[in-house]
């Protein structure tokens, strides 16, 4: 090398290319690992946060009339009957859900049938019959249901929600419909099988909503 050659800088530099590098601290290569362990922790907490937020179910992805023969109606006071691709539980409440101790005093009803819309009224999600229990329970977040509809805990603030339902008879005529018991158009009635019965129409196109509940073990 002559004088006036400029010295090569080789210390810190990766070889080929020209790039200058500052060995990391012990401290600093600590605090990089500590800060990218709470991303990664952070982004798995938010990710778990809307997932339970969400609705575990959109409306619009189902739908449709049902005609259901007499013959498939549970019996009185059996379990609840699952319709999965309309998405509606039967019941069949008897005197024993009419006498049911844990039936709150406000959401009196008479014996008969109910369409019940599969969907927890809290979040959305789909909640499961427990028959250990005699009652429906949401995975969710711990809502939980009699058969009649009435919710009984946990966070929802409604009665579950039915769809309107017409019994009619072999000419497709309306012998009885599902109506309305409370004020603002909802907690819906149940219905008897009248004679010449042949069929339940239910129509998932129409619902009503629950009464209001939101005392600790049921009530408005
Ligand atoms: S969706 Fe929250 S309790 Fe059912």
């Known amino acids: 090398m002559t004088d006036g050659e400029e010295q090569p800088v080789t210390e810190g530099l990766t070889e080929g290319s020209g790039v200058a590098q500052t060995p990391l601290t012990r401290r600093e290569f600590l605090y990089y690992l500590w800060a990218s362990s709470m991303a990664v922790f952070l982004a798995g907490a938010g990710g778990v946060t809307i997932w339970f937020a969400l609705p575990r179910f959109r409306e619009g992805e189902f739908g449709g009339v049902f005609i259901i023969p007499i013959e498939d109606i549970p019996a009185p ?25 844990r039936q709150p005093e406000e959401y009196q009803f008479d014996p008969g049938i109910r369409a019940i819309y599969k969907v927890c009224v809290h979040l959305g999600c789909l909640y499961k019959w427990v028959p250990t229990n005699d009652r429906f329970e949401c995975p969710c977040h711990g809502s939980k249901y009699l058969k009649s509809v ?40 149940t219905l008897q099988v009248p004679p010449g019965a042949v069929a339940l129409r239910i129509d998932t196109g129409s619902r009503i909503n629950g009464a209001p509940n939101t005392r600790p073990g049921g009530g408005t």
């Open 150 to 189: 009435a919710r009984i805990g946990g966070p929802a603030n409604r009665n579950l929600d039915q769809f309107i339902m017409q019994i009619i008879d072999d000419a497709g005529n309306v012998l009885a419909e599902t109506e309305a018991t409370w004020p603002g158009d909802r907690e819906g009635s």
């Open 77 to 101: 006071d059996a379990d609840p009957k699952e319709f999965a691709e309309g998405r509606f539980w039967l019941v069949n409440l008897g005197e024993e859900a009419l006498n049911d101790p």
